[in-house]
């Protein structure tokens, strides 16, 4: 309902508290809302605020935002896409192997 209505600040909070699988349904739905309408920085800072989730069906999104900062080269936007892959990269290594080749393509972007 919240979402529907464009409330996302409050609709990520309250899904935030409703649990992971809530909150990531909401947070990618939201991010790619805000790509689709060119809110890069939005959906890059967003992910960061929430802790940037490695989600493996959700790392294209990753890869399409990180291609849209660095095509703009807006220095706040890069910035704010250098702490959301750090945020991913620390939250994709604790969940697979250190060689594991998701954790490799991840610290080579």
């Known amino acids: ?17 409703s649990g992971q699988d809530t909150l990531i349904r909401y947070l990618f739905a939201y ?17 960061t605020d929430y802790n940037s989730p490695a989600i493996s069906s959700q790392y294209k999104v990753y890869k399409q935002l990180v291609i849209e900062v660095l095509q703009e080269a807006d220095s706040s936007e890069l910035n704010a896409c250098k702490n959301m892959l750090k945020k991913l ?8 192997e250190n060689n594991d080749p998701v954790v490799e393509e991840f610290e080579t972007q």
């Open 31 to 47: 991010v790619k809302k805000m790509a689709s309408e060119g809110n890069i920085g939005t959906a890059v800072n967003t992910l």
């Open 1 to 17: 309902m919240l979402a529907k209505q464009g409330e996302w600040d409050q609709c990520l909070q309250l899904a935030a508290k």
């Open 89 to 96: 990269i620390t939250n994709v290594k604790s969940q697979h």
